[in-house]
C-alpha cells in the first residue's frame, strides 16, 4: 500500500507532463464523413479532447442526417460538400482545412468507429515527441483482425498487397491499408497530396509520398471493428483498389529510376 501512495503521485506528474507537452503542439482531427449519422456520436465521444485543439468534419455529400448529427454536437468546423468528390477527394478537403487552422499534428479519424478514437493520445505523442513523423493504426499487428470481423477477402488481399509493396518498396509494414493516420503537420505541406486520386486509393499514394521523402513511419496495433454501420467498400472496389496498388507501386519504381516523371511525387 505505500508504495502504491508514493507511485500515484509520481505517475500524476508523468502523465500530466505529457499532457502539457502535448498540449504544446496543435492537434486536429479531421473526419472524412459518408452516411455516418449513425455511429458520428459514439466516435465524436470518445475523441480526447484534452490533447485534441479541433475537429474538421467533411462530409461527402451525404444522403442521411451526418451534417445535423454533427451540429447537434457542437462540431465547430462543419465542411459539406454538394457533390460527391470521393474518398481521396473528402481528404483533401479534410487536411487542407487542416493546415489553414494551424495544425502541428493532424490525425484522420473515420466517423463510423471502425477505429477506436482513445488511440489518438498513443499517436499524437509519438509525432509530439519526434519519434514519427508519420504514425498508422495497424489493424495487421494484432492477431485479432478476422475474430473482429475482416472479411476474409480482405484479410487475404491485404497480405497479398502488403507483402507485394514491402518486397519492391523495401519496407517493413505490417500493413499499407489502415485508414486510422497520424501525420506531422510539416510532411503533409511537404508533399502534393492534392495530385492524388479521389478514389480510395488515395490512402497508398499518400504512404508511397511518404517513403519517396524518406519520412519513417510508426505503427501502433490498432483492432479495428466490423459491423453493419461501419464503411466498407465491395468485392469489385476492393479489386478496383488493388489493382491501383499494383500500379502505383510500379509508377513509384519508375519514377525513382527516372523513366517516368509523376506529379505526385514533384
Known amino acids: 500500500m505505500f508504495y502504491l501512495c508514493y507511485l500515484c503521485p509520481v505517475w500524476f506528474r508523468i502523465i500530466k507532463k505529457t499532457l502539457l507537452m502535448l498540449k504544446g503542439k496543435r ?5 472524412p464523413a ?17 490533447i485534441v485543439d479541433e475537429v474538421i468534419l467533411v462530409d461527402d455529400a451525404s444522403t442521411d442526417e451526418t451534417v445535423q448529427v454533427a451540429r447537434a454536437l457542437n462540431i465547430r468546423h462543419v465542411i459539406k460538400h454538394d457533390n460527391n468528390k470521393g474518398y ?6 479534410c487536411y487542407t482545412g487542416a493546415l489553414e487552422l494551424g495544425a502541428d499534428i493532424v490525425i484522420m479519424l473515420h466517423p463510423d468507429y471502425q477505429y477506436n478514437p482513445k488511440l489518438i493520445l498513443p499517436m499524437a505523442e509519438l509525432i509530439a515527441t519526434d ?7 495497424s489493424r495487421i499487428l494484432g ?4 475474430q473482429n470481423g475482416m472479411p476474409g477477402y480482405k484479410y ?8 507485394f509493396q514491402n518486397i519492391l518498396l523495401r519496407q517493413k509494414l505490417s500493413e499499407y491499408h489502415t485508414g486510422y493516420r497520424a501525420y506531422s ?10 495530385a492524388n486520386s479521389d478514389d480510395f486509393v488515395f490512402d497508398n499514394q499518400l504512404l508511397l509520398q511518404i517513403i519517396y521523402k524518406k519520412y519513417m513511419i510508426g505503427e501502433i496495433s490498432c483492432p479495428a471493428k466490423y459491423f453493419a454501420d461501419a464503411s466498407s467498400i465491395n468485392f469489385r472496389r476492393s479489386c478496383r483498389y ?11 519504381i519508375l519514377h525513382k529510376l527516372k523513366l517516368l516523371r509523376l506529379k505526385i511525387y514533384a
Open 34 to 50: 459518408y452516411n455516418a449519422a449513425k455511429t458520428l456520436e459514439q466516435t465524436y465521444a470518445d475523441i480526447p479532447f484534452d
Open 131 to 137: 519519434v514519427y513523423p508519420v504514425v498508422i493504426g
Open 156 to 163: 487475404f488481399f491485404n497480405r497479398c498487397l502488403t507483402l
Open 185 to 194: 503537420a510539416a510532411v503533409l505541406r511537404d508533399i502534393n497530396f492534392m
Open 143 to 146: 492477431k485479432d483482425a478476422m
Open 88 to 93: 481521396g477527394g473528402n481528404q483533401k478537403t
Open 242 to 252: 488493388g489493382w491501383g496498388i499494383v500500379v502505383n507501386t510500379f509508377g513509384f
Open 27 to 31: 492537434i486536429v482531427v479531421v473526419m
